[in-house]
Nanobody, 124 residues
């Protein structure tokens, strides 16, 4: 069983930055692929970024590519999402997700564990 707790959300102005963190419990964190998803009001949850357990070749949604960076610190059981050049359309609840494996999983159903989410609001 893996428990995930997100933090770092908040209110930021357009063009600003935030760094989200996701702390995971469990001794096998290093064997899990970790993803970030988001859900805006009235919209379905969508994929944002994923990082393999090896940390190699992270994969991003086109809408965030070049602005967001996903990284992980296996020694700390933590995955991060650095968000730069934020836009109003980035406003959403951001969720961390985990599953065992070493692929770039982009679909919700591919993940076994989810956090409760953290709100990110970008004001114009």
């Amino acid at each position: 069983q893996v428990q995930l707790v997100e933090s770092g959300g908040g209110l930021v102005q357009v063009g600003g930055s935030l760094r989200l963190s996701c702390a995971a419990s469990g001794r096998t964190f290093s064997s899990y692929a970790m993803g970030w998803f988001r859900q805006a009001p009235g919209k379905e949850r969508e994929f944002v970024a994923v990082i393999r357990w090896s940390g190699n070749t992270p994969y991003y949604a086109e809408s965030v590519k070049g602005r967001f960076t996903i990284s992980r610190a296996n020694a700390k059981n933590t995955v991060y999402l650095q968000m730069n050049s934020l836009k109003p359309e980035d406003t959403a609840v951001y969720y961390c997700a985990a599953r065992q494996g070493n692929h770039a999983y982009t679909r919700e159903y591919e993940y076994d564990y989810w956090g409760q989410g953290t709100q990110v609001t970008v004001s114009s």
